[in-house]
């Protein structure tokens, strides 16, 4: 099984809602990542979590919050988001954090902020 | 700083060959990847260079110049099926990954 999976596959929310992004693998990767991308850019990396402790926060704002419950399950929690905030957000493992781990990325959640 | 240059489009015909290049200036190295991505899909690994020289893998190729900064992917037998961006990424010293703009190649019967 090399599949990373995430739900939902479209979120459309609110400013004032409160939402869940879930990403999924059972690889026995230790390192997960979310990532947001914006049409026609590469990928911008917000979080690394290696060995289920939180490893960079690239200076996310405060309305993501992420969350790793166990070593399989990535979480991004949701508040009040911007518009501006509507992107696809990617999930992504690897065996571990640094040196050669490739990465294998999730299909992505497509988020709009209305 | 950190910079990572990609051409922005390539186009060429089916059954033809294609180098896409990316040249890098970043805070250490620790290895160049390359990622497929086609429109609405999430990334997909292609190849990993952390020594000079090519990697084949099929009807792929990465060469990689360390001394350079340099780096290309080579699409050999070019089929309808790899219209898509084309992503070169480089780990710095800090264990990232930092992605180029991206290639978007379109292939033309």
């Known amino acids: 099984d090399t599949e990373v999976t995430q739900t939902p596959k479209h979120l459309v929310m609110g400013m004032t809602n409160k939402k869940s992004l879930k990403c999924e693998q059972h690889m026995g990767h230790r390192a997960m990542y979310w990532y947001k991308q914006k049409a026609k850019k590469p990928p911008e990396l917000m979080f690394v979590?290696?060995?289920?402790?939180?490893?960079i926060n690239e200076s996310v704002p405060s309305r993501f919050s992420p969350e790793c419950p166990n070593s399989s399950l990535l979480n991004l929690h949701l508040h009040a988001l911007q518009p501006e905030d509507s992107a696809l957000y990617l999930c992504?493992?690897?065996?571990?954090?640094?040196?050669?781990?490739?990465?294998?990325f999730g299909p992505g959640t497509r988020l709009t902020v209305t | 700083g950190q910079n990572i240059d990609q051409p922005t489009e390539m186009t060429a015909t089916e059954g033809a060959i294609v180098q896409i290049n990316c040249t890098y200036q970043t805070s250490g190295f620790n290895g160049l990847f390359w990622y497929q991505q086609h429109a609405g899909e999430a990334p997909t690994f292609l190849s990993y260079n952390v020594l000079d020289g090519l990697e084949e893998k099929g009807r792929f190729s990465s060469f990689l110049s360390r001394s350079k900064g340099y780096s290309y992917l080579l699409l050999k037998e070019l089929q309808m099926k790899d219209s898509a961006s084309y992503l070169c990424?480089?780990?710095?010293?800090?264990?990232?990954?930092?992605f180029g703009q991206g290639t978007t190649l379109q292939v033309k019967p």
């Open positions: 992504a493992s690897s065996r571990a954090e640094g040196a050669f781990h490739e990465q294998y």
């Open positions: 979590y290696s060995y289920e402790k939180l490893s």
């Open positions: 990424a480089v780990r710095g010293n800090t264990g990232k990954l930092i």
